[in-house]
């Protein structure tokens, strides 16, 4: 099936089961808008071509009731398949996409956490891939909290964390700032403390019977890969103001999909022990985002350090006589250039030091202005040179690590490996059809 596409040097794609859809669930073949959107990015922002990308969904059916009973659903109308049959069809998929473009970059996009997970730690140390929920949004958290953290004086190893939502997204960012700890000297078990996460019943804590183990005592869904992030200091089960309370976390992140969570009673208690919090309402869409940017500054009076996963205006405090601009923590600050660099460079695998590297780098893009407007990020008319930037920071690790098949010291010659990777970027720029002169 895979040579029905016409174009032989596809160098990006996007695939997704429709699965889990930003904050909207099962959207079956309907969910073709996010790798279609994605790859726009991907040629917008990371440079590279639109006839080099491919959007994938994969139809294994749907457990969405509306759409198993839409005559019109152009999908398969029949409920998702699961065990051995579904990870058969993924196999298959992988194989026929690296048998006919062995230099691809496959990003995982929108798979329910259930798959995402086991699909990432199957083909990660095989394959070209990575999953943009798990990793893309981890290492564009690490980003931003290095840049928060800068912002407030601290280190991320100096803040402790609420993380509300145990999703992969959720677990997948507070793995990566754990990763970004240890990097910094930390050992695990001591970065580990330093998070509380909760799940729609409440935290993973130490098994007391205060709430009745909500995550031990259970017969139905099994927590097993969740509790690893149980914290011994708190309850299991404990609720989002008390966890504040007790726990005091200076940072407090949104990937629950639970819109106006973050609440004004959350934000002022948090703001009545924290000079400077750092709120962080990273759920999609806007519908179901924890609290507004507007909220999280008013409620803290203005001192919150704030970045979310949609975008939102900038807030003007007349109070202050201030104006704030919030940033979008959004994955297109990171993967459009960790897919650039797996692509010019022919990256073999993409390893958690090159995500690393892929944040510091987004990080120090930050110029002084942007710093004391309140951003996080750079601003987006220069998403391109962020692109560039962390496209450069991870063929470099990768160099290092010895990982690249395109590009090596000796190959790059006089020519610096910015230079290299500026060449290779697609700029939408047409060549004139006429001649000048002649007209």
Partial sequence: MVYNWPHNDVHVIVVTDGSRILGLGDLGVHGMGIPIGKLALYCAAGGIAPHRVLPVTIDVGTDNKTLLNDFDYIG??????????????????????????PSVVVQFEDFETSKAVPLLEKYRTKYRVFNDDIQGTGCVTLSCMMSAAKSANKSIGDLTYLCAGAGSAGLGVCSTLVDGMIVSGMSRSEA???????????????????YN???????????????????????????????????????????????????????????????????M????????????????????????????????????????????????????????GLGLAASVAGVTIITDKMLYKAAVACTNMLTTEEIDEGRTFPAIHRIREVSHSVACAVIEEAMNEGLTTKITPVKLKDLSLSDYVRRKMYYPQYVPLLDARAT
């Fill in 281 to 336: 309402p990273m759920s999609n869409p806007t519908s179901r985002t924890e609290c507004t940017a507007s909220e999280a500054y008013e409620w803290s009076d203005g001192r919150a350090i704030v970045a979310t996963g949609s975008p939102f205006p900038p807030y003007h405090s007349t109070k202050l006589n201030k104006t704030y601009v919030p940033s979008q923590c959004n994955n297109m600050y990171i993967f459009p």
């Fill in 213 to 279: 183990n909500p995550h031990y005592n259970t017969s139905g869904k099994s927590y097993e890969r969740e509790l690893k992030w149980a914290n011994s200091q708190i309850s299991d089960g404990t609720g989002l103001l008390d966890a504040i309370k007790q726990f005091k976390p200076q940072v407090l992140l949104g990937l629950s999909t639970v819109g106006k969570l973050f609440n004004e009673e959350i934000i002022r208690t948090m703001s009545s022990y924290c000079d400077r919090p750092i709120i």
């Fill in 76 to 101: 398969i109308r029949k409920p998702r398949l699961q065990g051995k049959e579904y990870y058969e069809i993924i196999d298959e998929f992988i194989q026929a996409v690296f048998a006919r473009w």
């Fill in 192 to 210: 580990m403390k330093k998070f509380v996460v909760l799940t729609d019943k409440g935290v993973l804590g130490k098994a007391d019977n205060k």
